[in-house]
């Protein structure tokens, strides 16, 4: 089945420490979004990429880093330097300025 | 940068009746998308508007948006359990932009 398949779905992190968290589609779509959401609140555009090998900065990228090497994947590094991120990550995809598909989701805790 | 504003924040209501959610904006928007979410779960598209004055309905669902683009509003009518959950109005301000979201508005229903 078509979709955006995100991993992990909880990850556990030491202040201090990088994680990366996974994003694939094979919707063959070309723009591709992170998104951060904060218990009970809004969802927060990290970084988005419109076409392969291009990236740019959403509202909230300090502390993050992406990279879109292949169509079908957008990963997100979650640097020391973010200095609060536990929190709930969001991919999504689409075509053009068309319907966003989303994954399911990376819960991260920072311990 | 780009911002939208969602109202109300929270909403609870009795079963049956109805309810409705706002999203303004100070400049004009190209489009309008809305999303659900259910309380751990991802956003689902529910819609996209396109048109100045656009109207459409889906069952009990009535989106609109304004005639000079700048708002739109989703009304539920005769409110069910199965409603609960945010609902976000996602802008785009042009035709190749990203897309970001409203703070959203939390559906609460009393059986």
């Known amino acids: 089945d078509g979709g955006i398949t995100q991993s992990p779905k909880y990850l556990f992190r030491k202040e201090g420490q990088n994680v990366t968290l996974s994003c694939e589609q094979n919707l063959n779509h070309d723009a591709m979004y992170w998104y951060r959401q904060d218990p009970g609140q809004g969802l927060r555009l990290i970084y988005y990429s419109q076409i392969v090998n291009d990236f740019q900065k959403g509202d909230i990228a300090e502390g993050y880093s992406v990279s879109r090497e292949k169509k079908e994947s957008f990963p997100l590094t979650v640097t020391s330097a973010q200095k609060n991120p536990t929190a709930f990550y969001l991919c999504?995809?689409?075509?053009?300025?068309?319907?966003?598909?989303f994954g399911e989701g990376s819960r991260l805790t920072v311990l | 940068g780009q911002q939208v504003m969602q109202i109300p924040q929270y909403q609870h209501v009795q079963e049956g009746e109805d309810f409705t959610t706002y999203c303004n904006s100070s400049t004009t928007l190209s489009n309008i998308q809305w999303y659900k979410q259910r309380p751990g779960g991802h956003p689902v598209f529910l819609i996209q508007l396109v048109k100045s004055g656009e109207v459409k309905k889906q069952k009990r669902l009535t989106f609109q948006f304004g005639e000079a683009k700048k708002n739109s509003s989703l009304h539920i009518t005769a409110t069910q359990t199965t409603d609960v959950g945010t609902y976000f109005c996602?802008?785009?301000?042009?035709?190749?932009?990203?897309?970001?979201f409203g703070s959203g508005t939390r559906l609460s229903i009393r059986p």
């Open positions: 999504a995809s689409n075509m053009g300025t068309g319907e966003l598909f």
């Open positions: 996602a802008p785009t301000y042009s035709s190749a932009s990203k897309i970001i």
